[in-house]
């Protein structure tokens, strides 16, 4: 089975460099894919309260270490705390939650899902009457962090990071934090590489996972007619010179310039693709010309819905 190389996190835990990604894995689909990938030795498996799916993903993963098919230490599980559960005792809450969905007694890995929060106390997404925008709390994502830190002291998550926070958000938790976050997880592709917010990680020693790594042709925030990076013609040359695929091509590049990717799928064929990347790599010159395709292209921009949240994060450079 492929021997998947590991990045060791500040905390000292180590995550492995390809992850599968549940997202819009629909309950009912997403513990088959689970089990398809758990076979084919993903051992990295990207989960979050919002899913919607983490209860079927927590069968599974009981059944599989009840079997010993897989030890629980060999795993790592990330999950994330969600925008209507960042006030301090909302988000001990929304801890002891994901362990239960997850029938976890820890999780590898706890981010901050966003930097916002929304109005807690019911709704995932609280809408307004209108449906285009939520109910914003004020809880400051310091007070989730503080839970946060003390559920590291608990034994409840072996490592906390953010995810969707800009530098200057993650400057703030590094300066108000005693456990410093570990990870940040970001959407990142060949078109929206994020070089700028990836270099300031990697000064301060957090780790990057990309989202949206194919560039999720799915998501419901895509428009009609917006470019398909899997037919984008420098990938495609990529590809065919090494006999790859271009979703090969693209999760082999962010994994050799040091960012932890987590592709998505729930079809067999795609998810045994998606992992086999290990057995060629890209040339000075070609990692050269998928520098030169960046189109600083957010996909998942959600400027029209939260844009006017006091911490929404994208209304700076990085
Ligand atoms: N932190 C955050 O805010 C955040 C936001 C978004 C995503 N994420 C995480 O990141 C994960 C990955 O991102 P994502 O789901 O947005 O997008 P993605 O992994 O870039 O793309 C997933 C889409 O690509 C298809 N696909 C997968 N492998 C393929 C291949 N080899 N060739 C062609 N198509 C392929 C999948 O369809 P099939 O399933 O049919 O194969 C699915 O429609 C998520 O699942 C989630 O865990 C986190």
Redesign the pocket.
Same mark, same amino acid.
């Given at each position: 089975m492929t021997v998947v190389p590991t990045v060791t996190l500040k905390s000292g835990e180590k995550i492995p460099v390809i992850g599968l990604?549940?997202?819009?894995?629909k309950p009912g689909e997403v513990a088959q894919a689970l089990k398809i990938a758990l076979k084919n030795g993903y051992r990295h498996i990207?989960?979050?309260h919002a899913?919607m799916n983490q209860d079927e993903i927590g069968q599974v993963l009981e059944e599989v270490i009840a079997q010993g098919t897989v030890k629980r230490e060999e795993l790592f599980i990330t999950s994330?705390i969600w925008n209507t559960f960042h006030s301090y005792e909302k988000t001990k809450e929304a801890v002891d939650i994901i362990l239960q969905q997850l029938k976890l007694k820890y999780v590898d890995l706890l #981010?901050i899902?966003?930097p916002m929060g929304f109005q807690e106390g019911g709704e995932i997404f609280p809408r307004t009457a209108d449906g285009n925008h939520m109910h914003y709390s004020d809880a400051d994502y310091l007070d989730t962090w503080k839970a946060l830190e003390e559920a590291v002291q608990a034994g409840k998550v072996k490592t906390i990071g953010l995810?969707?926070f800009n530098s200057q958000q993650i400057q703030r938790v590094i300066d108000h934090s005693h456990i410093q976050p570990a990870m940040l997880?970001i959407?990142s592709?060949p078109y929206f590489q994020q070089t700028k917010l990836i270099n300031f990680c990697k000064e301060k020693g957090i780790e990057v996972t990309a989202?949206?790594?194919?560039?999720?042709?799915?998501?419901p925030f895509r428009k009609e007619g917006q470019a398909n990076l #899997?037919e984008d013609p420098v990938i495609l040359e990529i590809a065919k010179h090494h006999n790859k695929?271009?979703?090969?091509v693209i999760i082999h590049w962010s994994i050799q310039r040091g960012v932890i990717v987590?592709?998505?799928?729930?079809?067999e064929h795609?998810l045994k693709?998606?992992f086999d990347v290990f057995d060629f790599e890209l040339s000075k010159d070609e990692m050269a010309k998928m520098a030169g395709i960046d189109r600083n292209w957010r996909i998942?921009d959600l400027t029209a819905r939260d844009g006017d949240h006091p911490h929404f994060p994208f209304n700076i450079e990085f």
């Open positions: 990604g549940t997202w819009l894995s990207d989960c979050a899913y994330k #981010l899902h966003w995810s969707n997880q959407e592709h989202y949206s790594p194919l560039g999720n042709m799915a998501t #899997l695929s271009p979703a090969q987590i592709p998505k799928s729930t079809s795609r693709e998606n998942l």
